[in-house]
Nanobody, 115 residues
Framework: QVQLEESGGGLVQPGGSLRLSCAAS????????WAWYRQAPGKQRELVAA???????NYADSVKGRFTFSRDSAVNKVYLQMNSLKAEDTAVYYC?????????WGQGTQVTVSS
């Protein structure tokens, strides 16, 4: 079992920045990849970014150049730095790691981009 907890969401104006955090606990030695997903109202959950123990990180086209995925293995945390935020980035953001039945998920953190 892996437990994930996101934090860092909030209300920000267009063009602003936020940094999301995801802390892992439990069987963290089994984690070989991390991902951030988001789900906007009325839309399907979509992959935002994923990073692997190999060092590769992939981003959705919609966030390339604006979002940066980083990790601090010493404290079992990953981060999503979000810059130049747009209204269409408004969603609940979820942290995910591989596991049975679609993996382990956090509870999500709300990001609202609005003036």
């Amino acid at each position: 079992q892996v437990q994930l907890e996101e934090s860092g969401g909030g209300l920000v104006q267009p063009g602003g920045s936020l940094r999301l955090s995801c802390a892992a606990s439990g069987r963290i030695f089994s984690i070989n990849a991390w991902a951030w997903y988001r789900q906007a109202p009325g839309k399907q959950r979509e992959l935002v970014a994923a990073t692997f123990n190999s060092g590769n990180t992939n981003y959705a086209d919609s966030v390339k150049g604006r979002f940066t995925f980083s990790r601090d293995s010493a404290v079992n945390k990953v981060y999503l730095q979000m810059n130049s935020l747009k209204a269409e980035d408004t969603a609940v953001y979820y942290c995910n790691v591989p596991g049975p039945n679609g993996g382990y998920w956090g509870q999500g953190t709300q990001v609202t981009v609005s003036s």
